[in-house]
Each structure stands twice: as structure tokens, then as C-alpha cells.
């Protein structure tokens, strides 16, 4: 362990928590972790490896492929693994706490609800983190922006931790809650499917082509004159043709996002601490619900090179889901400065700081009609910045009357003078948006980010992957006290 993690951890194990944590409260997780962990491993040890869906992976070799099928028109699971190499060990900057009473003291303090003994905490030396950030960009510029032999040397290195639940700490934050669990994966799959069935992505090419992505929510879209309120094109025709058909569009975005916000909440209890600081009330009509979410994104069977998204909020939530039955080969979620890779199963989730630490998906080939759909979640801060500009400037409830306006005067332009009389006018109301925003600059979200309770900046990267819970999991909630049924332990999986 280096020095600068040793005095981390250190600093972790003498941190004061709250009061109302009382010694025995502690202990007792601690304990239920201990007892938890025994089952875990001798399960495991009998089934040859770690869960990984329906079956077991054996943590010693790192997955490549996976077969998926889908018996029923619903969600495709993961059914076997189809390729393999033995898993490197993570770097010397992530250790594993070992510690079930650091472990505990964790939880409690950060605010992350955990499964006991089917999780795995690690401690980061933040230091390192950075290095390795620069090292992965350095290899990303090495190939050409783009997946090549650097690019892989690095996945080469990452330890697998796919179908595992785990937890990367650099501090400790604020306190737990309850983690009741709903039919939420229903709800986020009937709503992607609306909103992709009514065509209400637009394509965007992203990174000088490197890959295509579909994209909803309440953008500004820049480099349209004539847009003025909230979301893409697609949304402002939608309202336009039929305003009932709009609201529809757009109530069923703001479910999706709500859906998944919720889910993401009842893990880490701090996100709505982080909302309420981010989002101000100029803020708040531009995002999708009582979320911190303008922003969300969806591709397909689609590798995306290394990079950072330094124009983001602090939290990114990513979820993959998928269809139909095949093999995919490659695809793996990319983390090089963490040293860490994994194949996305049915469902999983990653909550994390997509602005500093660098991260991508290798590409992927597929065998059959699978297919892997991926989207994210996420505050882009000078969407909502000028879009709450031009709320100030004009009212936020006039925004999408003045748009609706704008697009017929535009047409209307075209129809009757052409294509270049049309760019004019459109030209002409781009100047006034820009000279609107400039006007109202003090309307906007807050950029800086400050963790509430220690005044330092959020540094969790967490991920859950949603799977039927094993009986294990049943026991130790039981002997903890909380006696729930098999459905409210974990996430819907199967």
C-alpha cells in the first residue's frame, strides 16, 4: 500500500461519524458483514466462482464474450460465458478493505446500501487516480483518438470484475437509508420503448465520428438559430404538429428519468443532497423531473473511445439492458485509472464522476439479433444554463410558444423565399437568443460542486448490477432484522 492510501485509510478508520451511529449499531453491521461474507465464500467456493446472472464466474479468469437469450419478448439475460483470459490483478493504487468494520463504517457514512457478503469495498489513492487518467488520455492521442493497440494494452491490464457489486471509496460522506425496491426495470424498458418507437432520439455524431448516439431531454441545441426552448428538433416538431402529442412525448421522458433517478437514490442517499446543491430554482424547470438529469443518451451495440466529459455534472448514470438472443464479443465498460473492466450484464448500473475520471467501451462484435443498448444520464451544464437565460429573458411557460412561433416563421420563410431566406431569419433569431442569454447571465445552475456534508468534492464511483437476489442474500438481510420478501432484497432480475 502506498503511502499517500496508507494515510487515507487511516483516515478513514478515525473519522467520526454521527452520534446517533451508536457503537452497537456499528458492530452489528460489521458483524452481519463477518457472517455474511463466511456463507458467501463458501457458496461460491461450491459453485466454482462469483455470481455473475445465472451463472457462476470464476473471479481468476477475465470474461470476454457472454451468450445472451431471450425466452420471452421481455429483457435478454446473460446465460453463459463464452471466452476467457486469466484476470490481472488490480493496480497497486485500489486495495480491497478487508476490515468488516471500516467496511461498516463505510456504508453508514457514505450512504451506500450494499448487499452483505456479495459486495467488495476498495480504497483509491486520489493521486494515482489522476496519473492514470493522464496515461489513459496519453493512450487514446498514442492511437489516434480512437480504439488501437495503446488503448488495448491498458484494457489488457484492467481486472474483470464483471456480475460483481462493488464500491470505490476515497472518503467518507453522509448517512444511509432504506432500500425499498419497486417494478422499476418494467417502467424504464416501457418508456425507452415509447420514446424510441415515436422516434424521439435524435442521431448525433460524437468525438469526429467515432461512434453515432441517440439523444433525448432538454437540450439547447446551439447550432439551431431558431431554437429557444427546451429539447431536440424531434421534440420541438412534436409540440408543433400536435401540443397533446408533445405532452405526451414528454411526460413519458420525465417518467424515464424520475425512474431511474429514484432507483440510483435508494443506493446513495447523497444524490438528492447533490440536486438540491446543483440545481437552483432558475434551474430546475429545464430538468427532467426532480432529477439532476437534462440529458440522456442511448446507442447500440456501440464501442466509444476513451474520454472525458468535462462539459457534465458531477454524477453520471449509466445502465445498459438488452434484447433479443446472441453472443457479444468485446463491449467491455473501460475504467483504466481505476484499473478495472466489466462486461454489462442485464440491468447494470454505474453512478460516477464521468467529468474526471476517464472512461469508454471497447468495441463489440455480435453473434445473432442480440442487441446491447446503452444510455446515460446526465446534467449538462450549459444546456440548462442558457435555457434557464432564456426562461428569465422571456418566461420559462412563453419558452415553447415563442419556439413554436419561431420554427413556422422559419418555414414559413422557406416556403415562400427558399432555403437561403430561411438560414437568414434563423440567423437573425440566433443573435437575439445569444444577446438574450448574455443579458441574463446570473439565471443558471451551480457549476461547482461541493459535497454538503464534508465540503470536499464527491469522489464514489459505485455500480450495482440488478439481478435476482440469491437466498444468501434473503438470510443475511434476515439475521440484520430486516425481514423483507426475496423481490424487496435486490433489484428485479429474472
Same mark, same amino acid.
Given at each position: 500500500?502506498?503511502?499517500?492510501?496508507?494515510?487515507?485509510?487511516?483516515?478513514?478508520?478515525?473519522?467520526?461519524?454521527?452520534?446517533?451511529?451508536?457503537?452497537?449499531?456499528?458492530?452489528?453491521? #460489521?458483524?452481519?458483514?463477518?457472517? #455474511?461474507?463466511?456463507? /458467501?465464500?463458501?457458496?461460491?467456493? +461450491?459453485?466454482?466462482?462469483?455470481?455473475?446472472?445465472?451463472?457462476?464466474?470464476?473471479?481468476?479468469?477475465?470474461?470476454?464474450?457472454?451468450?445472451?437469450?431471450?425466452?420471452?419478448?421481455?429483457?435478454?439475460?446473460?446465460?453463459?460465458?463464452?471466452?476467457?483470459?486469466?484476470?490481472?490483478?488490480?493496480?497497486?493504487?485500489?486495495?480491497?478493505?478487508?476490515?468488516? #468494520?471500516?467496511?461498516?463504517?463505510?456504508?453508514?457514512?457514505?450512504?451506500?446500501?450494499?448487499?452483505?457478503?456479495?459486495?467488495?469495498?476498495?480504497?483509491?489513492?486520489? $493521486?494515482?487516480?489522476?496519473?492514470?487518467?493522464?496515461?489513459?488520455?496519453?493512450?487514446?492521442?498514442?492511437?489516434?483518438?480512437?480504439?488501437?493497440?495503446?488503448?488495448?494494452?491498458?484494457?489488457?491490464?484492467? $481486472?474483470?470484475?464483471?456480475?460483481?457489486?462493488?464500491?470505490?471509496?476515497?472518503?467518507?460522506?453522509?448517512?444511509?437509508?432504506?432500500?425499498?425496491?419497486?417494478?422499476?426495470?418494467?417502467?424504464?424498458?416501457?418508456?425507452?420503448?415509447?420514446?424510441?418507437?415515436?422516434?424521439?432520439?435524435?442521431?448525433?455524431?460524437?468525438?469526429?465520428?467515432?461512434?453515432?448516439?441517440?439523444?433525448?431531454?432538454?437540450?439547447?441545441?446551439?447550432?439551431?438559430? %431558431? #431554437?429557444?426552448?427546451?429539447?431536440?428538433?424531434?421534440?420541438?416538431?412534436?409540440?408543433?404538429?400536435?401540443?397533446?402529442?408533445?405532452?405526451?412525448?414528454?411526460?413519458?421522458?420525465?417518467?424515464?428519468?424520475?425512474?431511474?433517478?429514484?432507483?440510483?437514490?435508494?443506493?446513495?442517499?447523497? =444524490?438528492?443532497?447533490? $440536486?438540491?446543491?446543483?440545481?437552483?430554482?432558475?434551474?430546475?424547470?429545464?430538468?427532467?423531473?426532480?432529477?439532476?438529469?437534462?440529458?440522456? *443518451?442511448?446507442?447500440?451495440?456501440?464501442?466509444? =473511445? @476513451?474520454?472525458?466529459?468535462?462539459?457534465?455534472?458531477?454524477?453520471?448514470?449509466?445502465?445498459?439492458?438488452?434484447?433479443?438472443?446472441?453472443?457479444?464479443?468485446?463491449?467491455?465498460?473501460? @475504467?483504466?485509472? @481505476?484499473?478495472?473492466?466489466?462486461?454489462?450484464?442485464?440491468?447494470?448500473?454505474?453512478?460516477?464522476? /464521468?467529468?474526471?475520471?476517464?472512461?469508454?467501451?471497447?468495441?463489440?462484435?455480435?453473434?445473432? %439479433?442480440?442487441?446491447?443498448?446503452?444510455?446515460?444520464?446526465?446534467?449538462?451544464?450549459?444546456?440548462?444554463?442558457?435555457?434557464?437565460?432564456?426562461?428569465?429573458?422571456?418566461?420559462?411557460?412563453?419558452?415553447?410558444?415563442?419556439?413554436?412561433?419561431?420554427?413556422?416563421?422559419?418555414?414559413?420563410?422557406? *416556403?415562400?423565399?427558399?432555403?437561403?431566406? +430561411?438560414?437568414?431569419?434563423?440567423?437573425? =433569431?440566433?443573435?437575439?437568443?445569444?444577446?438574450?442569454?448574455?443579458?441574463?447571465?446570473?439565471?443558471?445552475?451551480?457549476?461547482?460542486?461541493?459535497?454538503?456534508?464534508?465540503? $470536499?468534492?464527491?469522489?464514489?464511483?459505485?455500480?450495482?448490477?440488478?439481478?435476482?437476489?440469491?437466498?444468501?442474500?434473503?438470510?443475511?438481510?434476515?439475521?440484520?432484522?430486516?425481514?423483507?420478501?426475496?423481490?424487496?432484497?435486490?433489484?428485479?432480475?429474472?
Amino acid at each position: 500500500m502506498s503511502v499517500a492510501l496508507a494515510s487515507e485509510y487511516q483516515l478513514v478508520q478515525n473519522a467520526q461519524l454521527p452520534q446517533r451511529w451508536s457503537q452497537s449499531a456499528r458492530k452489528s453491521l #460489521a458483524i452481519l458483514e463477518a457472517t #455474511a461474507r463466511k456463507e /458467501a465464500t463458501a457458496q461460491m467456493e +461450491a459453485a466454482g466462482g462469483s455470481f455473475c446472472g445465472q451463472f457462476p464466474v470464476d473471479p481468476a479468469f477475465k470474461v470476454l464474450s457472454l451468450e445472451y437469450s431471450a425466452p420471452n419478448p421481455d429483457i435478454a439475460r446473460a446465460i453463459r460465458r463464452v471466452d476467457s483470459v486469466p484476470n490481472p490483478p488490480l493496480p497497486s493504487h485500489v486495495v480491497a478493505i478487508q476490515s468488516t #468494520a471500516v467496511d461498516a463504517d463505510l456504508s453508514l457514512a457514505m450512504g451506500v446500501s450494499l448487499t452483505p457478503g456479495r459486495h467488495t469495498s476498495y480504497l483509491v489513492d486520489a $493521486r494515482a487516480l489522476q496519473q492514470s487518467n493522464s496515461a489513459a488520455v496519453a493512450a487514446r492521442k498514442a492511437d489516434g483518438d480512437k480504439w488501437g493497440p495503446a488503448c488495448d494494452e491498458m484494457f489488457r491490464g484492467c $481486472r474483470c470484475v464483471t456480475g460483481q457489486e462493488v464500491v470505490f471509496y476515497t472518503a467518507v460522506k453522509e448517512p444511509a437509508g432504506e432500500v425499498p425496491i419497486g417494478k422499476e426495470t418494467d417502467i424504464i424498458c416501457a418508456e425507452y420503448d415509447n420514446l424510441v418507437s415515436k422516434g424521439q432520439f435524435a442521431t448525433v455524431d460524437r468525438f469526429g465520428g467515432d461512434h453515432t448516439v441517440n439523444m433525448t431531454g432538454n437540450a439547447l441545441i446551439q447550432n439551431d438559430g %431558431k #431554437a429557444i426552448s427546451k429539447g431536440y428538433a424531434v421534440a420541438h416538431r412534436a409540440r408543433v404538429t400536435s401540443n397533446v402529442y408533445g405532452k405526451a412525448n414528454d411526460v413519458s421522458l420525465q417518467r424515464l428519468a424520475e425512474t431511474v433517478w429514484s432507483v440510483v437514490e435508494k443506493r446513495l442517499s447523497f =444524490m438528492p443532497a447533490y $440536486r438540491d446543491l446543483v440545481i437552483t430554482e432558475q434551474g430546475k424547470p429545464f430538468m427532467l423531473g426532480a432529477t439532476a438529469t437534462n440529458i440522456i *443518451s442511448l446507442t447500440e451495440n456501440q464501442g466509444v =473511445m @476513451l474520454h472525458l466529459d468535462t462539459d457534465d455534472g458531477v454524477w453520471t448514470i449509466i445502465l445498459w439492458f438488452h434484447r433479443h438472443s446472441g453472443i457479444i464479443a468485446g463491449g467491455e465498460f473501460v @475504467l483504466p485509472s @481505476l484499473g478495472i473492466s466489466f462486461q454489462p450484464l442485464d440491468f447494470t448500473i454505474v453512478v460516477f464522476a /464521468a467529468n474526471t475520471i476517464v472512461h469508454g467501451t471497447r468495441p463489440l462484435q455480435t453473434t445473432g %439479433k442480440i442487441i446491447r443498448w446503452g444510455s446515460s444520464h446526465f446534467l449538462r451544464f450549459k444546456d440548462v444554463n442558457a435555457l434557464a437565460q432564456l426562461g428569465a429573458a422571456y418566461g420559462v411557460d412563453e419558452l415553447d410558444a415563442k419556439q413554436r412561433d419561431q420554427l413556422e416563421e422559419v418555414d414559413a420563410a422557406n *416556403s415562400k423565399d427558399g432555403v437561403g431566406a +430561411a438560414r437568414r431569419v434563423a440567423s437573425c =433569431m440566433a443573435a437575439e437568443r445569444k444577446a438574450a442569454i448574455e443579458a441574463q447571465k446570473a439565471a443558471c445552475v451551480r457549476g461547482v460542486v461541493m459535497n454538503p456534508c464534508t465540503g $470536499r468534492m464527491p469522489s464514489l464511483l459505485f455500480w450495482q448490477v440488478w439481478r435476482k437476489p440469491p437466498a444468501l442474500a434473503v438470510r443475511a438481510n434476515a439475521v440484520a432484522g430486516k425481514k423483507r420478501a426475496a423481490a424487496d432484497v435486490d433489484f428485479c432480475g429474472a
